[in-house]
């Protein structure tokens, strides 16, 4: 596709369920980062991966949170026993090209809401 | 303290005004600067980048970076209904492939 695209678009679930978030990168970019966007906030970072592996998951709150990215392109984002702090949209983004290397590129985000 | 300071406004402008948003910043390490729009509902879109200090114009749009005040600014000229968005800041330390740090985003509202 021609962006980042993310799904669902929207998350409705109940406080100690298991969820998962996919993001489907920009075709042939090795970088893929996700980030949390609470209510009021910006984006906060929560891990990096560089092809297969998290290069950097520094930002990932607690172990109630995984992410995978098994070959190399589409990634999911796990978060078990949800909590309704865990309520925010979350945002996947790929880097730029040439001279927008070091910017990001971010989807649409899938908006969690837990109950 | 946040490494990044935003104003979060609201800010309301009538059409054709001048609109300055701004954003400090505590981390020395910090030498690539962004500025991303991002309507409601939305993923942020990325409107102006620059690296270390300097002033980059695009359009209606300018960024001015001072880092040896550790400030940023974006300036919008003749502004449009159309801008109303939140605007964040957002920078980081070094190229490639680095997590950004952002602000918090100031809602700007153009009144037509």
């Known amino acids: 596709g021609a962006g980042v695209s993310q799904t669902p678009s929207n998350k409705v679930t109940e406080k100690g369920k298991y969820v998962e978030l996919r993001c489907d990168p920009i075709?042939?970019?090795?970088?893929l980062y996700w980030y949390r966007q609470s209510l009021g906030q910006g984006p906060e970072f929560l891990i990096y991966?560089?092809?297969?592996?998290?290069?950097?998951d520094s930002g990932l709150p607690n172990d109630r949170f995984f992410a995978v990215r098994p070959e190399g392109s589409v990634s999911t984002l796990k978060i078990q026993r949800t909590e309704r702090g865990d309520s925010a949209v979350y945002l996947c983004?790929?880097?730029?090209?040439?001279?927008?290397?070091?910017?990001?590129?971010f989807g649409p985000g899938t908006r969690l809401t837990v109950l | 303290q946040k490494e990044v300071e935003q104003d979060p406004g609201p800010l309301s402008v009538p059409e054709g005004a001048i609109v300055s948003l701004n954003c400090t910043y505590s981390n020395s390490a910090f030498q690539y600067f962004m500025w991303y729009r991002q309507y409601s509902r939305k993923g942020p879109e990325l409107l102006m980048y620059?690296?270390?200090?300097g002033n980059k114009e695009d359009g209606r749009f300018t960024a001015q970076v001072d880092k040896s005040s550790k400030y940023i600014s974006l300036f919008i000229r003749d502004s449009q209904p159309s801008d109303s968005a939140t605007y964040l800041c957002?920078?980081?330390?070094?190229?490639?492939?680095?997590?950004?740090?952002f602000g918090t985003g100031t809602k700007l509202q153009v009144i037509p």
């Open positions: 075709s042939g970019h090795t970088a």
């Open positions: 957002a920078m980081s330390a070094s190229g490639g492939y680095q997590k950004v740090t």
């Open positions: 991966f560089q092809g297969t592996g998290a290069a950097d």
């Open positions: 983004a790929n880097p730029g090209e040439g001279k927008w290397r070091d910017t990001q590129y």
């Open positions: 620059t690296y270390s200090s």
